[in-house]
């Protein structure tokens, strides 16, 4: 059963997605640029899509090129007599050279596992759907909507596996998959370094300027690398600043964790969407006041509030799922530009679920 998902229309991804532009504009592609920048532009109900509308917010992206997007000048095809540009419909192989000019797999870390993971690559694609866990409920979300091709930030197999019989979780997944004709592909920390990534998304959402990696690419241009750093216009409470990003965030039942002053002033900020505490070294060394990641555990958190006289960084802990899920809307509108400066055209959808694994939290005031 699905929990309630309560999401925001954000249009958080706007600024990255300006930034991802410019990283492009060398290669001659202007992925963001033709459809204005605007996120919110790609939001559609959830009932134009053919999902289940429940009545809560949709988060249902939608970056249909034929409607929404110019593909440009450059596009494969000629216009037809109404001055329509004609767009193709792409296979998977045209659709992993689109994602590849977006987030290289060359920017995943090592131990990482990213690509294709599931998927013929003739097969034709015309709906392709985003989420962060490849869960069974978002299979069959994907599937039930139609998706030849489903897009999540997680992998599903990250060990070795010497069988995948439908009689495991991930096995049963894969069955799910194949059985129902729709492909898998990982993008995960190659998402998380890119421009306009996941930590780039953060970072727009809690209006950073004058962003850099927190840890540069070893791969990659100096704007990527995992996580990000930069400054908010001016000086803000961190109460102030934890309740802007709450606000932000996909509604979940963790809520957000705050260590700190809630009425100390902050300016530099670290961001890092996903598991964060593993970045302390270089959140000291960036002198930011405060981090803004997921999953922090005791130790990593309690060395690091002990480790600086003035407490700093002070710590705004978030839902993993939350934090990643802010990028979806965005990766699917940057993939659909990408697609429509090919030549291409392909539907594209935001899961609905809500993969946070927990459902109720307890807490000294309720
Ligand atoms: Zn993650």
Redesign the pocket.
Known sequence: MSKEPDFPESDAGTEAAAQAADSHAASGNTPFAVVGGDAAAVFAEADELGLEDDGTDSVAAQADVDEDADPGADAAEPADGDGHLHLDTPVLSDVLVAVEELWPESLAEEWDRVGLVVGHPDAEVDRIMFA?DPTIEVIDEALDWGAQLLIT??PLLMKGVNSVAATTGKGRAIHRLIEGGCALLTV?TNG?SAVGG?SDVLADAVGLTDVLPLMPAAHGLVEEGIGRVGMLPGAEKLGDLAARIFLQLPAVAGGVRVAGDKDALVRKVAVC???GDSLFEAVRSSDADVFVT?DLRHHPASEAREARADGRPYLIDLS??A??WLWLPAAAQALGNVLADQGFEAELAVSQANTDPWDFILTPGN
Do not use: L, Y
């Open positions: 962060v930030h997680h995960h998380d996941v969407g996903g598991s997921a993993h799922f934090s990643e």
